[in-house]
């Protein structure tokens, strides 16, 4: 089979849970441009992380709809289920330090919310139900290993334990009452139409205004960084072509890199000081490295684009180009949120 004959294997009518959020965009507007795009349902309950202008690339196209709900609404998820044959669930709450500041919204959608869409796909007798997850369910993981997909799960933060509370269901279901689920590890994903508070797109966007940019601890933390149209060609990959009942690791697969190194080098490409780079108190609980082993993607054809270098270039571009798309997003609640979070430290970039 070729390279790229995976779209022919996609499932025809898709629902995509969480699809106005950064990587559930791509992936919609990354199907829709297939020669023979499946239908695609967003259901999206649009919260701060969601935004309908991820999606205007494909707002017009027929067989694309959009519906505003919540995933732990069975009576809204029950009818767009009906009319499925598949569900893609990327809905989530995605950001660490919001879910050491409030874990319980996690939870709720997190890991209850994919019981409710495991019971519709049971329901409805779905072929296929893909579990968008994460390498940090893995949890810390000492070099020089790599993590792999039968590794167990150790997750550290709130973020992460309900990342694998949403799988372990997912595993359950699959155990107990059949239903077909793959589930996607991937890792830090960046690129355009990222809310600005993880780290690329924070420090890209505080660069470009001149504030600091706020690095945790020593900045030596190390993350395995993913272009993002890679992440979602891979999660549509696994969707075609990947074994019902398996996980698979999406990542670089490269030496991961550290905070202090994407300081240094966003700075470079925005013409910023090193001295904008503001050393702030560690984030607790902090893991030190997440690294992947990704054979079994390559093995399914896939392998990641472009290199970091290539990746942030085009990021840091997007960003100088879209003022318009990340300046309202920085603005009043996400400021609350800023100050609360960096809030022991003093001049950490916020408005006064
Ligand atoms: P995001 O925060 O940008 O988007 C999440 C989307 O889910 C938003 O559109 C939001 O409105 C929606 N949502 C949240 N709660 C909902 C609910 N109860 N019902 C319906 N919609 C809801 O997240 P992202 O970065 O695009 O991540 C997408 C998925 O990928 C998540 O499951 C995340 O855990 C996973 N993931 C993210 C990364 C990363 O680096 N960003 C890496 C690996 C895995
Ligand atoms: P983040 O983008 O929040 O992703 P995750 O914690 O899910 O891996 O953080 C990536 C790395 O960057 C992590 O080591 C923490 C660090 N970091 C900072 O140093 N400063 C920041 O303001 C943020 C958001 C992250």
Redesign the pocket.
């Known amino acids: 089979m070729a390279a790229d004959d995976w779209a022919s294997l996609l499932p025809r009518r898709l629902l995509v849970?969480?699809?106005?959020?950064?990587?559930?965009s791509a992936f919609v507007r990354l199907l829709l441009e297939l020669p023979a795009p499946p239908r695609v349902t967003v259901?999206?309950?649009?919260?701060y992380?969601?935004?309908r202008a991820n999606l205007e690339p494909v707002a017009d196209r027929p067989d694309y709809r959009f519906v505003h709900?919540?995933?732990?609404d069975e009576a809204t998820v029950e009818p767009l289920a009906a009319e499925a044959d598949c569900i893609v669930?990327?809905?989530?709450?995605?950001?660490v330090d919001r879910s050491i500041l409030d874990p319980g919204a996690f939870i709720?959608?997190?890991v209850y919310?994919t019981f409710v869409l495991l019971e519709a796909a049971r329901r409805h007798q779905h072929p296929r139900f893909l579990q968008?997850?994460?390498?940090e369910v893995y949890g810390d993981v000492p070099a020089p290993h790599r993590s792999q997909e039968g590794d167990p799960p150790r997750p550290r933060s709130p973020y992460a334990a309900s990342?694998a509370g949403g799988e372990m269901q997912c595993w359950a279901y699959h155990e107990t009452f059949g239903v077909p689920v793959l589930v996607t590890?991937?890792?830090?994903?960046y690129g355009p139409y990222?809310?600005p508070e993880?780290i690329i797109p924070l420090f890209v966007t505080n660069a470009l205004d001149r504030r600091p940019l706020p690095l945790y601890g020593s900045g030596t933390a190390v993350r395995d960084y993913l272009y993002v149209d890679d992440?979602a060609r891979g999660i549509a990959m696994v969707l075609a072509r990947g074994r019902v009942g398996s996980a698979y690791n999406i990542g670089q697969g490269d030496e991961p890199i550290d905070g202090l190194s994407i300081a240094r080098t966003v700075l470079r490409l925005t013409g910023g000081g090193d001295d904008l780079i503001h050393h702030v108190q560690d984030r607790p609980g902090h893991d030190r490295r997440y690294a992947l082993d990704i054979t079994r993607m390559r093995a399914l054809g896939w392998h990641p684009s472009r290199d970091f270098g290539a990746g942030v270039a085009e990021t840091v571009r997007w960003y100088e180009q879209r003022r318009d798309w990340w300046e309202p997003i920085k603005s009043g609640a996400f400021w609350d949120f800023y100050r609360r979070n960096y809030r022991p430290l003093a001049g950490a970039g916020a408005p006064p």
């Open positions: 849970t969480g699809g106005a959020g950064f990587i559930g259901l999206d309950a649009l919260t992380a969601g935004n709900g919540n995933i732990c669930n990327f809905a989530a709450e995605s950001h709720q959608t997190d919310g968008v997850s994460t390498d990342k590890r991937g890792s830090n994903t990222q809310f993880k992440h």
